[in-house]
């Protein structure tokens, strides 16, 4: 286009052009000038964090070496207050909710024991710590007679330390307990002694009288395949199989 009083005139396409990558180039740098702030805010923040953390950590050991005295000095009131300390400053630090566990068990306050050794189990980081932590609900589970928990937890034990077998006799003797309460409920589950189981435990009674111990113990097993209530006299039919086996022992 022909210049007036020889100026050269642009057309707004021109002009947008020599504007643009100027503008571009502006909010280029100002971006990169926010997302480098920001990520000093966050790498700073992190920081910070990660400090209060460490502090954290550091004040609840202290609290641990202090409940772990008092414990060992039988003062168990005031153990559970600085383990519980520990534990606010580090809620999965494993020494300090496995500790109070142990502590809140020998007060006999197993159902609170076995959430700090759940709690414990979050911050165990080895199999060994997994193992004593479980061994440990598995005996808070025993105190409550819960046996089939109990029996569960002394498994998950052994699965991560196979070689304890302080945990291996103590699961036996959860697998024995939880039999006989099954054993037990199922018993109080029977129908009462019938008339005709009644007339048979008469008769058993009246061959005892005359200590006729075996024959007393044969009518009951012959009236047990007859009628299922006679399995109320199980205890009693027991005795006579102990009477006989101590007659026949002579």
Do not use: W
Not at 116 to 137: D, F, P, R, V
């Amino acid at each position: 286009m022909a210049a007036k009083n020889g100026f050269v005139s642009r057309t707004k396409k021109e002009i947008s052009k020599v504007i643009q990558p100027s503008l571009n180039d502006f909010f280029k740098k100002k971006h990169m000038n926010i997302r480098y702030l920001l990520l000093l805010f966050l790498c700073s923040f992190s920081a910070l964090a990660q400090q209060d953390t460490l502090v954290a950590q550091r004040e609840a050991r202290r609290f641990v070496r202090e409940g772990n005295e008092l414990y060992k000095n039988k003062k168990l009131t005031e153990a559970v207050i600085s383990y519980k300390k520990a534990t606010e400053k580090a809620a999965t630090y494993f020494k300090a909710a496995h500790n109070l566990g142990n502590a809140l068990y020998k007060q006999a306050n197993y159902k609170e024991a076995i959430t700090q050794y759940e709690l414990a189990l979050k911050g165990a980081k080895t199999s060994q710590e997994k193992a004593q932590a479980y061994h440990n609900i598995g005996n808070a589970h025993v105190a409550e007679k819960d046996f089939e928990k109990a029996v569960e937890a002394f498994k998950n034990s052994l699965r991560n330390n196979p070689k304890d077998e302080e945990t291996r006799y103590n699961l036996a003797h959860a697998l024995q307990q939880l039999k006989k309460q099954e054993e037990e409920t199922n018993k109080n589950k029977q129908d009462p002694p019938s008339a005709y189981a009644k007339r048979m435990k008469k008769k058993a009674d009246a061959l005892l009288e005359k200590f006729q111990f075996k024959k007393a113990l044969e009518l009951m097993d012959k009236a047990l395949l007859k009628d299922k209530t006679v399995a109320n006299y199980k205890d009693y039919m027991k005795k006579l199989e102990s009477v006989i086996e101590i007659k026949e022992a002579r």
